[in-house]
């Protein structure tokens, strides 16, 4: 169950589930594969839980400019 960040939070950034699916899993592939992190602290031992925090945060978004996600 995702409790941190609130799924609430989540939408106040990106504007629909399946974007902030989509945004949450391609940032955790670059943190897996070895992406600089983009905060000092994180709540999740697990990537996908920090892409979700750096999502909260904003300091990951959405490229308006970009196609796609992948």
């Given at each position: 169950m995702?409790?941190y960040p609130?799924?609430?939070?989540l939408l106040?950034r990106v504007?629909?589930?399946?974007?902030?699916?989509?945004?949450a899993?391609?940032?955790?592939h670059?943190?897996?594969?070895?992406?600089?992190?983009?905060?000092e602290?994180?709540?999740?031992p697990?990537?996908i839980g920090?892409a979700?925090?750096?999502?909260?945060?904003?300091?990951?978004i959405i490229?308006p400019d970009?196609?796609d996600l992948?």
């Open positions: 995702l409790l609130s799924v609430d939070k106040e504007d629909s589930r399946y974007s902030l699916i989509m945004l899993s391609k940032r955790a670059e943190l897996d594969a070895g992406a600089k992190p983009l905060l602290h994180y709540d999740s697990k990537t920090r979700l925090e750096e999502i909260v945060a904003g300091k990951v490229d970009e196609d992948d």
